[in-house]
């Protein structure tokens, strides 16, 4: 309780409590998780004790839940718009202004000096780490329920979003030309299978291989591998 104790002074244990409970609409029964999902590693830098471990966490089970939700919500859809529909739903921005929404920038512990953090995307990297610290506190099925009940349904709205067009193959090659880099997708494997054709595509970043995906056209194999470039870029 130390570290509760150092960085929130001015809150009476039980008052912080009832701030996450307002916000996150649970109660809290690991809290220690829950200080750290809010702490900026510009407070704390010990892997322990700041939110990017809970984030890294957080972020998988995020992307697993929206994906689950979506694979159930378009049964006749292919791969490639689900991936479009997933990053639409996840990206940094979108995770941001929600956190901001529902209040998190208010209780996120960081170095307020910083006035790059300020308008930064730090917010979005802390509302994944709630969701990871929800997961070790509640598991999964609670965790799959506050997501869709606080998350997907109140602040993501899948009908405006689908018919946003966001091309992530022209995302990713306009940030090649935009930083001076050599990209290219080429195929690289194409197969038969009971009469169904399914191609791997590379994405290809300066001579190496960034990124694979795999789709039954051309079209949808590009967007996952582009997709999957996106997402190990940090873009």
Known sequence: MHFIKQFFPVFKKTTFQQQLENILGIKPTKKLLYFTALTHKSIKDAPDENNERLEYLGDAILGCIVADYLFKRYPYKGEGFLTEMRSKMVNRQQLNDIAIKIGLKKITLYNKLDNSLR???????????????????????????????????????????????????????????????????????????????TFIINAILEGEILSQGIGYNKKDASQIAAQNAIEKLGL
């Open 119 to 197: 308008n930064s995307q730090i917010f979005g990297n802390t509302l994944e780490a709630i969701v990871g610290a929800i997961y070790l506190d509640k598991g999964y099925k609670k965790t799959e329920q506050w997501v869709l009940q606080q998350i997907v349904l109140q602040h993501m709205f899948v009908d405006d979003l689908e018919s946003i067009d966001i091309n992530l193959k022209n995302k990713l090659i306009g940030w090649a030309s935009k930083n001076g880099k050599a990209l290219s997708f080429e195929v690289a494997e194409e197969h038969v299978n009971s009469g169904r054709r």
